[in-house]
């Protein structure tokens, strides 16, 4: 790889470029609080028809990712939610790759047990502007990193066992431990997941995106 995007130079904006990172930034906050909060055909109207979205759950264009998201809303009591800081952007003309740090958090009843999810991942988002000059996303997905599972009182005695969560990947064994539960029938875990556990994976997200970013 001659040249990745990360090595677009920083600290030297001009007025233009300032605002594009903007409006950037705005894009992506704006996309995660759609997905938290139900406002799907909102989220819908962020991307390029034909996106393309890699979740833990889902692999896929992005009209099946929110028909998706609209069908696990109406049996979740409790939906996900994506505590998100520290947005980088990188652009290249009207092109644009933007990672932020996120936690994504969720709140469940195992067995009688009150339990928290946290997951930390990095989002790797591809953008571009449209021939109206909007920013809108090419492609999403996360970069898994760890996560833990325990109960959401500091007396709480409800732990998961070891020998099941470990059947998984370790950047994301709770999250999957916790799907499998929740849904056995139609878990399937990515195990082609972009994860830190395997630096290949993560080379070769940032090799591909690199080669969109420049050409």
Same mark, same amino acid.
């Given at each position: 790889?001659?040249?990745?995007?990360?090595?677009?130079?920083?600290?030297?904006?001009?007025?233009?470029?300032?605002?594009?990172?903007?409006?950037?930034?705005?894009?992506?906050?704006?996309?995660?609080?759609?997905?938290?909060?139900?406002?799907?055909?909102?989220?819908?109207?962020?991307? %390029?028809? =034909?996106?393309?979205?890699?979740?833990?759950?889902?692999?896929?264009?992005? &009209? @099946?990712?929110?028909?998706?998201? $609209? +069908?696990?809303?109406?049996?979740?009591?409790?939906?996900?939610?994506?505590?998100?800081?520290?947005?980088?952007?990188?652009?290249?003309?009207?092109?644009?790759?933007?990672?932020?740090?996120?936690?994504?958090?969720?709140?469940?009843?195992?067995?009688?047990?009150?339990?928290?999810?946290?997951?930390?991942?990095?989002?790797?988002?591809?953008?571009?502007?449209?021939?109206?000059?909007?920013?809108?996303?090419?492609? %999403?997905? =996360?970069?898994?990193?760890?996560?833990?599972?325990?109960?959401?009182?500091? &007396? @709480?005695?409800?732990?998961?066992? $070891? +020998?099941?969560?470990?059947?998984?990947?370790?950047?994301?064994?709770?999250?999957?431990?916790?799907?499998?539960?929740?849904?056995?029938?139609?878990?399937?875990?990515?195990?082609?997941?972009?994860?830190?556990?395997?630096?290949?994976?993560?080379?070769?997200?940032?090799?591909?995106?690199?080669?969109?970013?420049?050409?």
């Amino acid at each position: 790889m001659e040249k990745f995007f990360y090595e677009v130079p920083m600290g030297a904006n001009t007025p233009e470029k300032m605002l594009d990172k903007f409006n950037i930034r705005e894009l992506i906050e704006f996309e995660r609080y759609c997905r938290d909060y139900e406002y799907y055909d909102e989220e819908r109207a962020l991307y %390029f028809d =034909g996106a393309k979205v890699w979740t833990s759950w889902f692999k896929g264009d992005v &009209d @099946g990712f929110v028909n998706k998201s $609209r +069908e696990m809303a109406k049996v979740k009591n409790h939906p996900s939610k994506h505590k998100i800081s520290n947005v980088v952007i990188w652009l290249n003309g009207n092109k644009a790759i933007a990672e932020c740090i996120c936690t994504i958090q969720l709140r469940d009843m195992l067995g009688d047990e009150l339990v928290d999810l946290h997951s930390y991942v990095r989002l790797h988002y591809k953008a571009e502007k449209n021939g109206d000059g909007i920013w809108k996303i090419r492609s %999403f997905q =996360g970069i898994h990193e760890k996560d833990t599972l325990a109960s959401a009182f500091n &007396d @709480g005695k409800w732990a998961a066992p $070891r +020998e099941e969560v470990q059947k998984y990947r370790p950047c994301f064994w709770n999250m999957m431990y916790r799907q499998h539960i929740f849904n056995p029938a139609d878990n399937k875990p990515q195990d082609d997941s972009v994860g830190e556990d395997i630096p290949t994976t993560v080379r070769n997200l940032y090799e591909e995106s690199s080669r969109w970013f420049f050409e």
